[in-house]
């Protein structure tokens, strides 16, 4: 199944787009080809395989699902599937990954109203409070420890 954009779509190369997504590069040396996949298991297979087509405006990602490696000898390619219900659901992932990406950030800057500068940094993320070592550094024995 094919993903058909226009290079004015994506902000990065295809290749950054696709790590992004959870792809990692692979390049077949028998066939002198590079690809992306991503693994759907803790195996090699199944995984999802991708190609990277440029054209003048276009880029192409012709997705496929790798179900396993070759089952007999001598055989060079894999049992795949073009389409169906994982080739969509990804495709479909895909396409939302980059409506998210494409969007600007609402509070990427943050405002000067809300924070002190001279203050001392003590959140991540917005409100959680980093534990005060100075505060809590009172030495308990060993039975209130456990207690």
Known sequence: MKLI??????????????RHAGYGYIRDSRRDAESFV???GSGFYPRLHMYVEENNSQIIFNLHLDQRQPSYAGSHMHNAEYDGAAVEQEIARLKNFLSQISQPLNNAAPSSQNENL??????????????????????????????
């Open 118 to 147: 001279n203050e001392p940094v003590d959140r991540v993320g917005g409100e959680r409070k980093f534990i005060d070592k100075e505060k809590n550094n009172k030495k308990k024995s060993w039975w209130k420890f456990w207690q």
């Open 5 to 18: 954009l226009n290079k004015n779509q994506l902000n990065e190369s295809p290749e950054m787009f696709l």
């Open 38 to 40: 991503r693994r759907l």
